[in-house]
């Protein structure tokens, strides 16, 4: 072990910030760097324990000691150069650090928490006991005993290693009972330490980023969707388009995980919502996550900045998100060598820092912020040179309903508003009369779905999306029958309404709420109204100038 030279602009002097006491942290890898990043702007030293001299973390913490996390001499010698040690990665000789705590060396989070983190089957045990949500598991040791596992569980089985996996490795899938050898095979045997999970059927795999503090108190990110490619978190949509109730549910399954374990500091959980709406819990990590990333641009506090005060006693940070919508693309190695880079600088149009590349490897991520969802993946899609979403697929912000396809000449005006300032949208028809059961489901899944605003009168007393009104003309009464049912709606259920067949201005009020949380729409809506504006200035000057039976000749009398 010995300690490699101070980055460029560094120096021993004492750091004058929030905090007086020097953070160690075992691995110095990107999870590293971004937690020194957070440091820098707190004034919080930082140490780094890594074995590459060139690590990502190197150039930017106070202290890069070279050597192993996993030995135990080296990190009780680094742990004497600390006030208080923390982990960015796992896989740390936890043996050591129990002996340390017994030092009174101060580690969070603590060691009790790394080792049940560590094996896989321990860690699904301990949170079996605290009545966590887990899918159905078993240890197995012998052909016979995972065979039984395969007949108990049915296939397809998931067979995983207990210790050293993650991103996918270390996890296998027998199909049948005649895989089950070759699978034990490729994990390296049962020696190595192997257990089974019954095969969860899930819709979407979700995460919570919860961050404990020294009196056990705890906050919790909102509620993310992670998305994978070779069993690497590929994308995170933060929030997570889930109904409420299943973000309350996530939110609490992964809130009591972490206060089953021991010591402060930043935890990942990693969730499946299966399709009869159960959450489980997949697996957890002591440390800023992937999952998280996104919390630097998109959340008051980063998760980073959050872990540093979590573990030094500081209060903790408001983790509500600051934009409405974020999506996180984790860049990673599409190729061996040159030909990688070359593919990840068409992504990010600069050199990399970094001393290698390997296929699948985590090159960096690119967070994008926005007003929607829907703004922020169309970024992404423009980012990646990727034809745009089908517009068949794209998920709805605004709806437009009738009762009836008779609407529909007055209704087509609201459409083509909101087709011109392109707002996904849908038109359907939902009859109040005839199909009360549609109107029923319709109106209370819209929040769910995404949809911010629908324009129609006869389901505002079912959702909490803003409904707008539009009085339709009939035979007999004109259309005042249809407006006075809109505007005398009882007190709690508020409709807004617009003239008598005027879907037009209905369209462009939707517009108009819409592009109160969307700055680029709120542009477009300033952009139609000076246009407007410019349309009445140039009559004006073309009736000036021609005078007014000239002007009656030429532009009025042929409508």
């Not at 140490?47 to 190197?58: N, Q």
């Not at 009196?215 to 509620?223: A, E, I, L, N």
């Not at 999952?291 to 008051?300: A, K, L, R």
């Not at 149009?349 to 970094?354: H, K, N, Q, T, V």
């Amino acid at each position: 072990m010995h300690p490699s030279p101070p980055p460029e602009g560094h120096s021993d002097q004492p750091v004058h910030g929030v905090t007086n006491t020097v953070v160690g942290v075992l691995g110095g890898g990107q999870l590293g760097k971004m937690l020194c990043q957070a440091a820098s702007q707190m004034g919080v030293r930082m140490a780094i324990l890594d074995p590459l001299e060139d690590c990502p973390a190197s150039s930017v913490c106070h202290e890069h000691v070279v050597g192993s996390f996993n030995d135990g001499a080296t990190v009780s010698e680094f742990a004497k150069r600390c006030g208080v040690l923390t982990v960015e990665i796992e896989h740390v000789d936890a043996v050591t650090l129990e002996k340390l705590e017994k030092q009174g060396i101060d580690c969070e989070p603590k060691a009790s928490t790394i080792m049940i983190i560590q094996d896989k089957y321990r860690q699904k045990t301990h949170f079996s006991k605290f009545g966590i949500p887990l899918p159905d598991f078993v240890e197995v040791d012998t052909l016979s005993s995972i065979e039984k596992a395969g007949e108990m569980f049915g296939y397809p089985l998931m067979v995983k290693s207990k210790r050293l996996a993650y991103d996918g490795r270390g996890n296998a899938v027998a199909h049948d009972k005649k895989e089950l050898s070759s699978v034990v095979a490729s994990l390296g045997g049962f020696e190595h330490g192997l257990y089974v999970e019954r095969w969860t059927s899930f819709v979407k795999e979700l995460s919570v980023i919860v961050a404990r503090s020294r009196d056990g108190s705890t906050v919790c990110y909102p509620v993310v969707e992670t998305i994978h490619k070779d069993n690497i978190c590929h994308v995170v949509e933060a929030p997570a388009e889930v109904p409420d109730k299943i973000k309350k549910l996530a939110t609490n399954v992964a809130e009591k995980a972490i206060k089953s374990l021991e010591g402060a500091g930043v935890f990942a959980v990693e969730l499946f919502l299966t399709q009869d709406n159960q959450v489980l819990l997949n697996e957890v990590a002591p440390r800023p996550h992937n999952s998280g990333h996104h919390t630097i641009e998109s959340c008051y506090t980063s998760q980073y900045e959050q872990h540093l005060r979590a573990i030094l006693g500081l209060p903790l940070g408001d983790p509500s998100m600051k934009a409405p919508a974020s999506i996180m693309y984790n860049i990673l190695g599409e190729d061996e060598g040159e030909a990688g880079f070359t593919q990840a600088h068409q992504l990010i149009e600069r050199a990399l820092d970094i001393s290698e590349i390997r296929k699948q490897r985590k090159m960096g991520h690119i967070t994008i912020v926005g007003p929607s969802k829907y703004s922020v993946k169309a970024r992404l899609d423009k980012l990646l040179q990727r034809d745009a979403y089908d517009p068949k697929k794209v998920k709805p912000r605004a709806a437009i309903i009738m009762g009836s396809d008779s609407d529909l000449p007055v209704m087509k005006d609201a459409a083509v508003v909101l087709k011109k300032f392109n707002i996904p949208f849908e038109l359907t028809i939902v009859s109040a009369h005839r199909t009360p059961e549609r109107m029923y489901h319709y109106a209370l899944s819209a929040k769910e779905r995404g949809l911010e605003v629908i324009i129609a009168g006869m389901v505002a007393s079912l959702t909490s999306v803003p409904v707008i009104g539009v009085p339709i003309m009939t035979s007999s009464l004109h259309g005042t029958d249809s407006l006075l049912s809109i505007v005398q709606m009882p007190k709690g259920i508020p409709v807004a309404t617009v003239a008598i067949g005027n879907a037009e201005n209905a369209g462009l009020l939707a517009v108009r709420m819409l592009a109160s949380r969307d700055p680029e729409l709120g542009d477009k809506a300033t952009e139609y109204q000076h246009d407007l504006r410019d349309m009445v200035l140039e009559k004006a000057k073309r009736l000036e100038e021609l005078g007014w039976e000239e002007y009656t000749e030429l532009y009025l009398k042929k409508h």
